[in-house]
T-cell receptor, first 113, second 113 residues
Framework: AQSVTQLGSHVSVSEGALVLLRCNYS??????LFWYVQYPNQGLQLLLK??????LVKGINGFEAEFKKSETSFHLTKPSAHMSDAAEYFC???????????FGTGTLLAVQP | EAGVAQSPRYKIIEKRQSVAFWCNPI?????LYWYQQILGQGPKLLIQ????????DSQLPKDRFSAERLKGVDSTLKIQPAKLEDSAVYLC???????????FGPGTRLTVL
């Protein structure tokens, strides 16, 4: 069965610093992987998705993620954090035949001035 | 294009009462999902519709939860009777189907007292 594990429920960075949010997956088939962002009192917004094309995926708002099969990882990065990046980030994997999303427990990103 | 609409945004009820949530997906989206997001956790799929048929309801507590999608457009999710552990955000999402991106609504925050 497919699953994802997000390491670190809370991450704090300074404005302008590198953002690195970690996600490891488990899948019996080549996975489709996603990163979603959730701002307070809002629904989830897709940042980027990996669908077995290029291993480095670029998303919105300057975020990108690299699929590493050998490490079963799909970490999310951004070179320079902005205050507006403060939100909760969810990694997800496509659950197979029905394409439901299986989410990790989320990482709350705080950006300090 | 308009996004996924949900109502109400907030609901507070006493345990053993009933409650219903409404979702209007993006126009033309055949697939509709209801997710439950408990505080501190990632969203978990409750039920998935393809047009007006159920594709996956394996994690829906059928003794108290029900959902329908009449005419393959709007959907309602009902809880009767509610328990304290049903306190969560209920997210509706829609997609064109298959591996197409899922777009999420703002959610309904349910508090059961």
């Amino acid at each position: 069965a497919q699953s994802v594990t997000q390491l670190g429920s809370h991450v704090s960075v300074s404005e302008g610093a590198l953002v690195l949010l970690r996600c490891n997956y488990s899948s019996s088939v080549p996975p489709y992987l996603f990163w979603y962002v959730q701002y307070p009192n809002q629904g989830l917004q897709l940042l980027l998705k990996y669908t077995s094309a290029a291993t480095l995926v670029k998303g919105i708002n300057g975020f990108e993620a690299e699929f590493k099969k050998s490490e079963t990882s799909f970490h999310l990065t951004k070179p320079s954090a902005h205050m507006s990046d403060a939100a909760e980030y969810f990694c997800a994997v496509d659950g197979g035949a029905t394409n439901k999303l299986i989410f990790g427990t989320g990482t709350l990103l705080a950006v300090q001035p | 294009e308009a996004g996924v609409a949900q109502s109400p945004r907030y609901k507070i009820i006493e345990k053993r009462q009933s409650v219903a949530f409404w979702c209007n997906p993006i126009s033309g989206h055949a697939t509709l999902y209801w997710y439950q997001q408990i505080l501190g956790q990632g969203p978990k799929l409750l039920i998935q519709f393809q047009n007006n048929g159920v594709v996956d309801d394996s994690q829906l507590p059928k003794d108290r939860f029900s959902a329908e999608r009449l005419k393959g457009v709007d959907s309602t999710l009902k809880i009767q009777p509610a328990k304290l552990e049903d306190s969560a955000v209920y997210l509706c999402a829609s997609s064109r189907g298959g591996t197409d991106t899922q777009y999420f609504g703002p959610g309904t925050r349910l508090t059961v007292l």
